[in-house]
């Protein structure tokens, strides 16, 4: 299997080759990349398998993978940016940015509570369609309207499908410029960086694009997926099932199909490599680098949320989750990094990518073959595992 991988491993991380050679081996894959990078040192960078279906095309290193939620996670970094330069003050109310957004009484949700998926806006009052996001100012007004599901900051639960279109309406505010959260990462976090990432991928790039594989049903099943989800997700009416409900999918490999790629879904769409994702976290791992991130903004990152008024059960994951700031945190039931300080985003399918200041890796994992585990993919665990684990030094890996 190993003529399926290609790409490079720095001296001491030869145990994160071995691992990503055994998810073809063993595991099934179809196409992935891995990548980690700590300060402008390129740890790894792995292509293996195939980008089709079909398994004739072969992965290469500038083949764009479908983020799905990981996008989110980079809106937060563009978000963090933008915080960094003095733009954005996470404690002011959403209104001060967006006077439109108080409306049905959440006139005083902060900026924090929102990017910490504490204010309940889990389904917008129109049904989302790709036209719908081509126009931003129209599309902002509809999710403005909104309605909580509940007293917002109470409690907290994964917005899976309105995230990306908050946080990236706060961005199209603050920025002086007035962008979509597109055009700011490709302007602001992957040019100056030397990356490529797009949220809608536009035309020129089709032919790079991993196509997705979709996960069977019969792989869904108690274990990969949190029993309480698994089960509440069937009923009409339920938390997860309305989390999941606008735009409506027949599955999330549908963000793949042409009319989604070319509109910006900043909740879902994103299209990058492993490589990018990897150096964008690893630019905000500590301050300074290459986008000059300020030590206020690292803190900012670093600083551990403390739970709910309701207590830590997402009421949508239904299982216990830390948001802050637009990222994800570890906790007893999805642990990752080397201490609490660690923040990334996971994405449908399987794919992950997080910084850990403690060690300053930036690390992303990009399958193209869709999982059912909402944490902890199989494929993915052990490869971050053992990138943390050699960044420590040859007697930890």
């Not at 072969?58 to 479908?66: F, H, M, N, S």
């Not at 409506?248 to 994103?270: D, T």
């Not at 150096?279 to 551990?304: E, I, K, N």
């Amino acid at each position: 299997m190993s003529d399926l991988v290609r790409g490079s491993v720095a001296p001491g991380f030869e145990r994160v080759r071995e691992l990503f050679e055994e998810n073809f081996a063993r595991r099934r894959e179809v196409g992935a990349a891995c990548a980690a990078w700590r300060g402008d040192e390129l740890l790894v960078d792995l292509q293996g398998g195939f980008r089709d279906r079909a398994r004739t095309l072969p992965w290469e290193r500038d083949t764009l993978a479908l983020a799905f939620s990981t996008t989110k996670g980079v809106v937060s970094l563009a978000l963090a940016l933008a915080h960094s330069r003095g733009l954005l003050d996470p404690d002011a109310r959403v209104t001060e940015l967006w006077p439109e957004f108080g409306a049905h009484g959440k006139e005083r949700v902060t900026v924090r509570e929102l990017l910490g998926h504490r204010a309940g806006l889990l389904t917008p009052p129109e049904r989302i369609h790709p036209g719908l996001l081509a126009d931003p100012d129209r599309a902002a007004a509809v999710y403005a309207r909104a309605a909580p599901l509940w007293e917002p900051g109470a409690c907290h639960g994964y917005h899976a499908l309105t995230y990306g279109a908050y946080a990236g309406e706060l961005l199209r505010r603050v920025d002086p410029h007035g962008r979509t959260a597109g055009n700011f990462v490709r302007e602001e976090l992957a040019a100056p960086l030397g990356e490529e990432f797009h949220i809608g991928l536009p035309e020129s790039a089709d032919d790079r694009a991993a196509e997705v594989v979709p996960f069977r049903l019969y792989e869904l099943r108690p274990g990969a997926l949190p029993l309480g989800l698994l089960l509440r997700i069937l009923v009409p009416g339920s938390l997860p099932r309305r989390a999941m409900a606008n735009p409506r999918f027949w599955s999330p490999a549908a963000l793949g199909r042409p009319e989604w790629r070319r509109v910006e879904f900043a909740s879902g769409n994103g299209y990058g490599t492993a490589r990018a994702l990897a150096r964008f976290y690893a630019a905000f791992a500590a301050p300074g680098g290459p986008l000059s991130v300020d030590r206020a903004t690292t803190d900012a990152l670093t600083d551990y949320p403390d739970p709910p008024r309701l207590g830590p059960v997402d009421r949508v994951a239904r299982a216990e989750t830390a948001y802050s700031l637009g990222f994800l945190r570890p906790t007893r039931d999805f642990s990752f990094g080397t201490s609490e300080q660690a923040f990334g985003m996971a994405g449908a399918g399987g794919g992950f990518a997080f910084a850990d200041p403690n060690t300053g890796v930036g690390f992303a994992y990009t399958p193209n073959r869709m999982g059912v585990h909402l944490f902890d993919d199989p494929r993915e665990k052990p490869l971050r595992d053992a990138v943390l684990a050699c960044a420590r030094g040859p007697r930890v890996c």
